[in-house]
């Protein structure tokens, strides 16, 4: 089975990084995959994702502590630090914990860094099915710039497959159903560190366990989008995004450039929603403890730019925390059916502070978002003929759920400063 049927639509779900950090413990990851089995699960938001660092007894928040210990197996393979994850002790490793949450009818994921340990590299511990050691395949000088755990392998040298065979070998075990690999999607134009992508894709096509594979960070070239759809089925197209208007507003541009690359199994992916309460134990995004900064009209426009470009989404706030308006913003039916069903997703226009967004419904439908990205409520409209649609629609507000009634010609609405609304649009029988 090809890895683009894994994600036959962009996945959708929780990940720890936005709140947690590094420093994220079982306990946190049980209570939120509870809270999505329970309120979420059922618009299918199904990933729970143990970020960066679950390796590492002494984290404390997003800041990285430089050369600590690491937790790690005889073969070079990092394996959960018992201290914040108790179920994985005598070995057990993420076993108990996935089944938890797929006993919840959910699916698990972790995050893992590019390469090797470094810690295993100097000791020239052993591989798996290998007699190269960890020392004969690292690369000294692939070094991830803002992280000291590990080194790049050298993708030619005897071993360097073994390594990686291991590694999803043990998470098949585990029974990981998603993998973040960072430190991977974005490098200098030299160096992209496909070798390495090469590597994992092979590792997971043998592994006999389908698992969705996400790169990070962005923003990966788009020069290389045909490579990352043949072996990944997410990558970023931008470094961590969080709740700044600026990163938001950036995003319509780099949307604009990875448009029509989007579907079939493979997602340009606008990287997590940092919404509702966030920075518990990451300093990250220049913000401690906090609710998202974002003003409701800024969380709409992002939620309707990452639906109709069919962005993955997953949510980075501590989900139970989460008040009504955040959760409408995650349980909208037809905001949701857009997002998983339609296709060919493009800019219509863009002119100054209005910008207009189109996408096609399996029924013949027309979505159109309508955004202002200026600073004063703005008019912004389309013309039908635009959207190659002839003769009259009925429009449909999604996130109101407001009828509009018949449209004859464009379709126009006030929107307001960083703001966003959002149609649907649909023939009329006449």
């Not at 994992?200 to 020069?223: E, F, H, M």
């Not at 470094?239 to 493979?266: I, P, T």
């Not at 997590?272 to 401690?288: C, T």
Request: charged content about 25%; aromatic content about 12%; overall charge negative.
């Amino acid at each position: 089975m090809s890895h683009l049927h894994y994600a036959p639509t962009p996945p959708m779900g929780w990940n720890s990084w936005d709140c947690y950090g590094a420093a994220v413990t079982e306990d946190e990851i049980r209570g939120n995959a509870e809270y999505m089995a329970a309120h979420l699960k059922e618009y299918s938001w199904e990933y729970v994702i143990v970020d960066i660092q679950w390796y590492e007894p002494g984290a404390n928040s997003s800041l990285y502590r430089k050369y600590v210990p690491l937790e790690m197996d005889e073969y070079s393979r990092l394996m959960p630090a018992v201290n914040r994850f108790p179920s994985a002790a005598d070995g057990k490793g993420f076993r108990p914990l996935s089944d938890y949450v797929h006993s919840l009818g959910l699916k698990f994921g972790i995050h893992i860094m590019r390469g090797i340990p470094r810690q295993a590299a100097h000791a020239g511990t052993p591989i798996k099915n290998s007699t190269a050691t960890a020392r004969d395949i690292a690369h000294p000088n692939s070094i991830c710039p803002w992280n000291t755990d590990m080194y790049g392998i050298e993708a030619a040298q005897e071993g360097a497959q073994a390594y990686y065979d291991s590694l999803f070998e043990l998470y098949a075990e585990w029974g990981v159903d998603f993998i973040k690999v960072d430190d991977i999607a974005a490098s200098k134009l030299y160096d992209t560190h496909q070798p390495e992508i090469e590597l994992i894709r092979k590792a997971i096509d043998r592994c006999g366990r389908p698992i969705v594979l996400s790169l990070s960070p962005g923003p990966a070239p788009v020069q290389f989008g045909e490579f990352l759809k043949e072996n990944a089925n997410m990558w970023r197209m931008t470094d961590d995004f969080w709740d700044l208007w600026e990163l938001l507003l950036d995003m319509f541009d780099r949307c604009e450039k990875w448009q029509g690359k989007a579907g079939n199994g493979a997602w340009p992916d606008c990287d997590m929603l940092p919404l509702g309460h966030i920075g518990i134990r990451s300093v990250d995004g220049g913000g401690a403890d906090r609710w998202t900064r974002f003003t409701r009209d800024e969380q709409v426009t992002m939620m309707t730019l990452w639906g109709i470009f069919r962005s993955p989404l997953f949510f980075g706030g501590e989900l139970r925390d989460n008040d009504e308006w955040t959760n409408s913003l995650l349980t909208n039916h037809d905001v949701l059916g857009m997002h998983r069903n339609s296709f060919g997703a493009r800019l219509v226009s863009r002119e100054g502070d209005r910008v207009v967004w189109a996408a096609d419904g399996p029924d013949g439908e027309r979505y159109v978002a309508l955004f202002n990205t200026g600073e004063s409520e703005l008019e912004v409209s389309v013309a039908l003929s635009e959207l190659k649609l002839e003769g009259s629609v009925t429009a449909k507000e999604l996130w109101t759920g407001k009828d509009l009634g018949l449209v004859d010609d464009k379709l126009s609405a006030y929107v307001a400063p960083h703001g966003a609304v959002l149609y649907r649009l649909s023939r009329t029988n006449s």
